[in-house]
């Protein structure tokens, strides 16, 4: 019994998470060995599988960060992208992998790709954690993938509910009718 207990069922282990990064890192090495590539994180959720990732890329890289706002504290999407934290590197004529922590309707990584694409980069690709492919309203082309999931709310390894969360070591689904409980629960902490 720990604090997640109560309000969230294990959905993905560390284990599993672990050994997807090695897959997943190995088939991106293949890709960029020739060239190399720039590795943007989308802050905050792409932080704990980023570094996870990356660990596993064995060729010449570099690390960016993008801070985009697209949900707020909301569980939908909002549709609107804003940079709020743009890339210290000049990606043209670079390979650019795009990595996050989700893909809900697509719309956030489709706009961010338009924007990011007048820049003339070599290439732009997606990686992502977690796929919820059911819920796609703009076509995002994703060449890596960790997992598909199941259209439901979930939070840790850097996934939040309102900030929180983002540190639990696995990816629980919120347990169906917890939420009044639980916003009861992270009223004190807000
Ligand atoms: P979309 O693909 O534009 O709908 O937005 C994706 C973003 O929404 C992700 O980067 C997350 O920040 C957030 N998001 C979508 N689904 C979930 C979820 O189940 N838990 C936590 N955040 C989510
Ligand atoms: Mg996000």
Known sequence: MDIYDNFFEPLISEKEILKRCEELGALITEKYKEDGLVAVGILRGCT???TELVKHIH???????MFVSSYGNEMVSSGVVKIEKD???NIKNKHVLLIDDIIDTGKTLANLKEMLQARNPKSIEFCTMLDKKAKRE????VKFS???IDDCFVVGYGLDYKQFYRNMPFIGKLIDGKQPELDKFLEKFE
Do not use: R
């Open 146 to 148: 960790a997992f598909d």
């Open 48 to 50: 704990l599988f980023y």
């Open 87 to 89: 890339l210290e590197t």
């Open 59 to 65: 060729c010449p890289l570099v690390f960016d960060f």
């Open 138 to 141: 703009s076509f995002v082309d």
